[in-house]
Protein backbone atom coordinates (compact mmCIF):
# COMPACT_ATOMS: atom_id res chain seq x y z
CA UNK A 1 0.00 0.00 0.00
CA UNK A 2 1.68 3.55 -0.87
CA UNK A 3 0.37 6.43 0.65
CA UNK A 4 1.57 10.04 0.31
CA UNK A 5 2.96 11.45 3.33
CA UNK A 6 4.01 14.97 2.33
CA UNK A 7 1.72 16.12 4.80
CA UNK A 8 0.69 14.26 7.97
CA UNK A 9 -2.68 12.81 8.41
CA UNK A 10 -3.97 10.95 10.84
CA UNK A 11 -5.72 8.30 9.35
CA UNK A 12 -2.40 7.30 7.21
CA UNK A 13 -0.71 7.35 10.44
CA UNK A 14 -3.44 4.82 12.06
CA UNK A 15 -3.37 3.01 8.87
CA UNK A 16 0.27 2.36 8.85
CA UNK A 17 0.64 1.72 12.38
CA UNK A 18 -2.33 -0.79 12.08
CA UNK A 19 -0.48 -2.48 9.50
CA UNK A 20 2.82 -2.28 10.40
CA UNK A 21 3.51 -1.52 13.98
CA UNK A 22 4.11 1.57 16.04
CA UNK A 23 7.33 3.03 15.09
CA UNK A 24 10.03 1.54 17.67
CA UNK A 25 10.80 3.99 20.77
CA UNK A 26 13.91 5.97 20.85
CA UNK A 27 15.67 3.77 23.63
CA UNK A 28 14.51 0.50 21.52
CA UNK A 29 15.72 1.97 18.10
CA UNK A 30 19.11 3.06 19.88
CA UNK A 31 19.29 -0.58 21.13
CA UNK A 32 18.66 -1.82 17.78
CA UNK A 33 22.07 0.75 16.54
CA UNK A 34 18.94 2.79 14.37
CA UNK A 35 15.99 1.96 12.65
CA UNK A 36 16.56 3.69 9.07
CA UNK A 37 18.30 3.03 6.09
CA UNK A 38 20.51 5.74 4.69
CA UNK A 39 19.53 6.97 1.35
CA UNK A 40 20.01 5.07 -1.36
CA UNK A 41 20.13 5.95 -5.10
CA UNK A 42 16.72 3.94 -6.94
CA UNK A 43 18.01 1.93 -10.26
CA UNK A 44 14.70 0.49 -11.14
CA UNK A 45 10.87 0.13 -10.36
CA UNK A 46 7.64 -1.95 -11.75
CA UNK A 47 5.83 0.22 -14.26
CA UNK A 48 3.14 0.60 -11.43
CA UNK A 49 5.85 2.40 -9.36
CA UNK A 50 7.24 4.46 -11.98
CA UNK A 51 4.29 7.63 -11.15
CA UNK A 52 6.26 7.63 -7.40
CA UNK A 53 9.41 8.71 -9.20
CA UNK A 54 10.97 12.00 -10.87
CA UNK A 55 9.62 12.76 -14.03
CA UNK A 56 12.70 13.92 -15.69
CA UNK A 57 16.31 12.64 -15.90
CA UNK A 58 17.40 13.42 -12.40
CA UNK A 59 18.55 10.69 -9.42
CA UNK A 60 15.86 8.85 -7.44
CA UNK A 61 16.73 8.71 -3.82
CA UNK A 62 14.47 6.54 -0.91
CA UNK A 63 15.44 4.60 1.91
CA UNK A 64 13.86 2.05 4.20
CA UNK A 65 12.38 2.37 8.16
CA UNK A 66 12.20 -0.93 10.22
CA UNK A 67 8.95 -1.34 11.63
CA UNK A 68 7.59 -4.33 14.51
CA UNK A 69 5.69 -6.20 11.40
CA UNK A 70 6.98 -4.71 8.36
CA UNK A 71 9.16 -1.88 6.54
CA UNK A 72 8.37 1.09 5.10
CA UNK A 73 9.99 2.71 2.00
CA UNK A 74 10.47 6.57 1.68
CA UNK A 75 10.31 7.42 -1.61
CA UNK A 76 11.17 11.28 -2.66
CA UNK A 77 9.73 12.73 -5.58
CA UNK A 78 10.83 16.29 -5.53
CA UNK A 79 9.12 18.31 -2.47
CA UNK A 80 6.60 15.18 -2.01
CA UNK A 81 7.16 12.43 -0.38
CA UNK A 82 5.39 8.59 -0.82
CA UNK A 83 5.46 6.03 1.34
CA UNK A 84 5.30 2.34 0.67
CA UNK A 85 4.28 -0.13 3.71
CA UNK A 86 5.30 -3.67 3.35
CA UNK A 87 4.47 -6.28 5.74
CA UNK A 88 7.11 -9.02 7.11
CA UNK A 89 4.91 -11.69 5.29
CA UNK A 90 4.72 -9.91 2.01
CA UNK A 91 8.35 -8.89 1.74
CA UNK A 92 10.93 -10.31 -0.82
CA UNK A 93 14.32 -9.40 -1.00
CA UNK A 94 16.95 -10.13 -3.74
CA UNK A 95 20.13 -9.70 -3.85
CA UNK A 96 21.92 -9.22 -7.82
CA UNK A 97 23.84 -6.44 -8.11
CA UNK A 98 22.38 -4.03 -5.44
CA UNK A 99 19.28 -5.00 -3.91
CA UNK A 100 15.44 -5.95 -5.01
CA UNK A 101 12.73 -5.32 -2.77
CA UNK A 102 9.54 -7.46 -3.90
CA UNK A 103 6.09 -7.30 -2.83
CA UNK A 104 2.27 -7.03 -3.47
CA UNK A 105 3.18 -7.24 -7.00
CA UNK A 106 5.36 -4.38 -7.51
CA UNK A 107 9.32 -3.80 -7.19
CA UNK A 108 12.33 -1.39 -6.48
CA UNK A 109 16.27 -2.54 -6.98
CA UNK A 110 18.66 -0.26 -5.44
CA UNK A 111 21.86 0.88 -7.57
CA UNK A 112 24.92 -0.92 -5.87
CA UNK A 113 26.95 2.48 -5.39
CA UNK A 114 28.35 3.59 -2.50
CA UNK A 115 25.75 4.46 -0.13
CA UNK A 116 24.35 0.90 -0.51
CA UNK A 117 27.23 -0.42 0.74
CA UNK A 118 27.05 1.79 3.95
CA UNK A 119 23.71 0.02 4.36
CA UNK A 120 24.99 -3.42 5.17
CA UNK A 121 24.77 -3.82 8.75
CA UNK A 122 21.08 -2.02 8.05
CA UNK A 123 20.31 -4.78 5.79
CA UNK A 124 21.73 -7.49 8.20
CA UNK A 125 18.78 -6.30 10.75
CA UNK A 126 16.45 -6.44 8.14
CA UNK A 127 17.17 -9.70 7.38
CA UNK A 128 17.61 -10.67 11.12
CA UNK A 129 13.75 -8.96 11.78
CA UNK A 130 12.45 -11.21 8.80
CA UNK A 131 13.57 -14.19 10.36
CA UNK A 132 12.34 -13.77 13.79
CA UNK A 133 9.01 -12.75 12.33
CA UNK A 134 9.14 -15.98 10.23
CA UNK A 135 9.80 -18.11 12.45
CA UNK A 136 6.88 -17.35 14.43
CA UNK A 137 4.60 -18.82 11.78
CA UNK A 138 6.79 -22.05 11.37
CA UNK A 139 4.70 -24.98 9.78
CA UNK A 140 6.00 -28.05 11.56
CA UNK A 141 6.96 -30.94 9.44
CA UNK A 142 4.78 -33.97 8.74
Not at 69 to 83: A, E, T, W
Not at 103 to 114: D, L, T
Amino acid sequence: MIFNTTYTDKKTKVLINDLLGKPYSFMQSIKMKGTGSKRMIVDEVSPSLHRYLNIISDINYANIELRPSGILIHINQGLKNFSWAIPYYHLVIYKTNGSSIHAQGKFIHFRNSKTFKENKSFFDRLFALKVNFDEQYKFMDQ
